[in-house]
C-alpha cells in the first residue's frame, strides 16, 4: 500500500519571504502522480501544483514550484514571496494511476504567513 | 468553474440516528469520492463511485454506505451514527479524461455525533 508522510505538522514563515514543506512517500510503482493541495481556513480545497513520475523536470506554478526526487521519494513544495493568502493546511497526495483516479493523503501542514 | 456542493456546512446527531450526507457536482464527472478529514490523519478514502450504481470501499468503509442513482449525485449514508463518527466530510470528484488527477472538492460537512 502507498504511504505519503508529511512530518512537519506546523510552519510559520515571514511574509515575502520563502519557505519550504516536506513531504515523502512509499510506492513500488512507476506510474503515479504527485500533488500538493491548498486547504485555506474554511474554504474549499483546491490543486497547488501536480507532478508527473516520468517527468524529470520540476513542476511549477507562479510562486509555487517543487523539488521532485523520485529515487529518494521525496517530494517537497517551496513556495517563494509567501503572502498571507498563502496561510493554509497543506496536502501531499499520491495518486497511482494504473489503479484509478483514488488519491492517498499525508496528514497535512499548516503553514502560516506572519506580516 | 467546476462546482462541486455539499448539502450542509455543519450537522448535529444523535448516536443511532441515520444520516445523509449529499454531494451533488455540475461538471458530468465520473468519479466521485467521499473522504473523512480528522487532524493528524489526514484525508482518508471512504467510499468512491466510477459510474451511476457502482461504488466501491476504500480505506475505511465500515460503518459506511453510499448510493448513486444519478451520475452528478452521490450521497454518504451513516446507518447509525457513532461518536466515532465525528468528523469532516468532504467529497470531491473528477473527470478521467480531464487535466489528469486534480480532484474537485466540495466545502466540506462538520458533522457531530453526541
Known amino acids: 500500500a502507498q504511504t505519503v508522510t508529511q512530518s512537519q505538522p506546523e510552519m510559520s514563515v515571514q511574509e515575502a519571504e520563502t519557505v519550504t514543506l516536506s513531504c515523502t512517500y512509499d510506492?513500488?510503482?512507476?506510474?503515479?502522480?504527485l500533488f500538493w493541495y491548498k486547504q485555506p481556513p474554511s474554504r474549499q480545497m483546491i490543486l497547488v501544483i501536480r507532478?508527473?513520475?516520468?517527468?524529470?523536470q520540476n513542476a511549477t506554478e507562479n510562486r509555487f514550484s517543487v523539488n521532485f526526487q523520485k529515487a529518494a521519494k521525496s517530494f517537497s513544495l517551496k513556495i517563494s514571496d509567501s503572502q498571507l493568502g498563502d496561510t493554509a493546511m497543506y496536502f501531499c497526495?499520491?495518486?497511482?494511476?494504473?489503479?484509478?483516479?483514488?488519491?492517498?493523503f499525508g496528514a497535512g501542514t499548516i503553514l502560516r504567513v506572519k506580516s | 468553474d467546476v462546482k462541486v456542493t455539499q448539502s450542509s456546512r455543519y450537522l448535529v446527531k444523535r448516536t443511532g440516528e441515520k444520516v445523509f450526507l449529499e454531494c451533488v457536482q455540475d461538471?458530468?464527472?465520473?468519479?466521485m469520492f467521499w473522504y473523512r478529514q480528522d487532524p493528524g490523519l489526514g484525508l482518508r478514502l471512504i467510499y468512491f463511485?466510477?459510474?451511476?450504481?457502482?461504488?466501491e470501499k476504500g480505506d475505511i468503509p465500515e460503518g459506511y454506505s453510499v448510493s448513486r442513482e444519478k451520475k452528478e449525485r452521490f450521497s454518504l449514508i451513516l446507518e447509525s451514527a457513532s461518536t466515532n463518527q465525528t468528523s469532516m466530510y468532504l467529497c470531491?470528484?473528477?473527470?478521467?479524461?480531464?487535466?489528469?488527477?486534480?480532484?474537485?472538492f466540495g466545502p466540506g460537512t462538520r458533522l457531530t455525533v453526541t
Open positions: 497526495a499520491f495518486m497511482n494511476r494504473p489503479y484509478g483516479n483514488k488519491l492517498v
Open positions: 510506492t513500488s510503482e512507476n506510474n503515479y502522480y
Open positions: 507532478q508527473e513520475a516520468y517527468k524529470q
Open positions: 461538471m458530468d464527472h465520473e468519479n
Open positions: 463511485s466510477y459510474d451511476v450504481k457502482m461504488k
Open positions: 470531491a470528484s473528477i473527470n478521467p479524461a480531464g487535466r489528469m488527477g486534480e480532484q474537485y
